[in-house]
């Protein structure tokens, strides 16, 4: 799912590496660091009601945003949700299959090259098909997870 009414012309399709969390709150050190001054898409995985509860996202869209305002081009790929996904940023929210249901979004490593296109719908993970059969979506444990689960 993803809403383009607030989202401008000139962002709605973005392709750059990924850069792959698994909490929103990653994001604040990751910006103030600088590594997030450049184009990519940040990917938050494990975010869906069997993974965490599914959250509301809402720390992500400011950090994004201002990347934008600074000229770089920025996207939001999550299997979590937001709350009207309507900012400026392009967000394709609410993957299915979801990470912990082995989608695609499980696979996905930081620098993989993504495409998020607005105006067709269409969100491509630009990675070999090889590449991707040789990799494990990573074995998710709901109690002590890559995904930020406490018992």
């Not at 950090?63 to 979590?80: C, E, P, S, Y």
């Not at 695609?104 to 969100?123: H, N």
Request: aromatic share 2%.
């Amino acid at each position: 799912m993803i809403k383009v009414s607030a989202v401008p012309a000139g962002n709605r399709v973005i392709e750059a590496p990924a850069v792959v969390i698994n909490d929103q709150n990653e994001i604040d050190a990751l910006f103030k660091s600088g590594s997030l001054d450049r184009d990519c898409v940040v990917v938050v995985k494990g975010q869906s009601t069997k993974a965490n509860g599914m959250p509301e996202l809402h720390k992500l869209t400011p950090f994004l945003g201002t990347l934008q305002d600074k000229g770089f081009r920025v996207a939001l790929v999550t299997d979590g949700r937001m709350s009207g996904a309507s900012g400026k940023v392009p967000a394709a929210i609410h993957l299915t299959p979801e990470a912990l249901d082995g989608g695609l979004i499980a696979k996905v490593q930081d620098g993989d090259l993504i495409r998020v296109d607005a105006t067709t719908g269409e969100l491509s993970l630009l990675v070999d098909e090889t590449v991707l059969a040789s990799r494990t979506a990573g074995v998710v444990d709901l109690h002590h997870s890559a995904y930020g689960m406490e018992p």
